[in-house]
């Protein structure tokens, strides 16, 4: 497989990561159990049939958790670090063509580190959303993040750059979002 292709792929993956860790690590195991995609060989178990029996039974699992009060909450401490890892984790086992110490370093920065601001994002608005809403917004918010999900990990299967492009402007918005935030805050301070 080609290697911007690849990393693309990987990348889009690991976006996904940050909206659901399961859903888009049973999209690659599915895509590679049917032959759409070719995994690095030392990540070949991740399309066994093993695999994606656990990988599916998480994905629901992680889905329903997700639209219970209060264990959205909690779910989000502990999905940062997990997305950052799955991120790495898909990135990794997509790049074949290139040195592993560059291929782990690409899948730590460019994989790990999206999941997470992906993640943040995805964080910042449930924080937010619970604090206005009570919670109540929060299932929306999960319905959103599950429609994210399945839509990048598809689109990074069957269109690579469009899912990078699509990254790409999601970062964007979620930085521009910051600094105007972070400008309304300065704004606000008394001289």
């Known amino acids: 497989m080609d290697t911007a292709l690849s990393i693309a792929i990987g990348i889009g993956l690991s976006a996904a990561c940050g909206f659901r860790i399961f859903i888009p690590l049973l999209a690659i195991a599915i895509a590679g159990h049917t032959g759409h995609i070719q995994l690095a060989p030392d990540f070949a178990w991740m399309h066994s049939e093993t695999a994606i ?3 599916a039974t998480a ?3 992680e889905v329903i958790a997700y639209f219970i009060p209060v264990i959205d909450n909690l779910l989000d401490s502990m999905a940062s670090p997990l997305a950052i890892i799955a991120g790495t984790i898909l990135t990794a086992s997509m790049v074949t063509d290139i040195s592993p110490v560059l291929r782990w370093t690409l899948a730590i920065i460019a994989g790990g580190g999206i999941a997470g601001l992906i993640q943040g994002a995805s964080l910042v608005t449930r924080t937010t ?3 206005a809403t009570a919670g109540i917004g929060n299932i929306f918010i999960s319905f959103f993040e599950l429609l994210g999900a399945l ?4 689109i990074s ?3 690579p750059f469009a899912a990078l492009a699509i990254v790409i402007i999601l970062i ?3 930085l521009y979002s910051l600094i105007r935030k972070q400008r309304r805050k300065f704004t ?3 001289n």
């Open 129 to 131: 959303s619970t604090v």
């Open 151 to 154: 839509f990048i990990s598809i």
């Open 59 to 61: 994905a629901i699992a």
């Open 172 to 174: 964007i918005l979620f």
């Open 188 to 190: 606000l301070l008394p």
């Open 53 to 55: 029996t656990i990988f």
């Open 157 to 159: 299967l069957s269109l």
